[in-house]
């Protein structure tokens, strides 16, 4: 059974270790990369963001970061499932339980970079109700697909 709980210290290297294998197998780590998985308090936390993790039997199988870009935005980013446990739903779980924590933590909107390669990731984007739009440049390198999600309810009629 995979739980979903909030960052823990004791899950720092997992994060970093977890993005580091897919960002080394499909693309390489950007300086951008670098800061966030190894100051994860400081570059997320802080600035109002949250870390998620899926655990499966205590161990860390998973996990997706929420990182304030302003005020009502958000940007989900860092996610990753071990490759282990790939193809068993818990990218489409972290994400499903992403977009509840971004409500919760009132944004409006969620934002996400990421790349045409990633098919897969991309189908559970698309799942959720993510559109693409323009690349805002700059951020990530490697980026070539930009997707939000309107988090906003719908006005009452």
């Known amino acids: 059974m995979i739980t979903i709980t909030t960052y823990n210290r004791l899950y720092r290297s997992d994060f970093e270790r977890l993005n580091k294998d897919w960002l080394i197998k499909y693309f390489s780590i950007e300086p951008i990369d670098e800061e966030v998985l190894t100051r994860p308090e400081e570059t997320i936390l802080k600035g109002g963001g949250q870390i998620l993790f ?25 996610m990753a499932v071990d490759q282990q446990h790939q193809g068993r739903g818990i990218g489409k779980l972290l994400c499903g339980e992403a977009i509840e924590t971004a409500r919760s933590m009132d944004a409006g909107r969620l934002v996400l970079f990421s790349h045409r390669l990633l098919a897969a990731a991309l189908s559970v984007y698309r799942t959720f109700g993510f559109r693409e739009i323009p690349v805002t440049p700059g951020i990530y390198g490697r980026a070539d697909i930009m997707m939000e999600l309107d988090l906003r309810p719908l006005p009452q009629t």
């Open 54 to 78: 899926a655990l499966s039997e205590g161990a860390v199988v998973g996990t997706v970061a929420l990182k304030r870009m302003d005020d009502g935005t958000l940007e989900l980013t860092k």
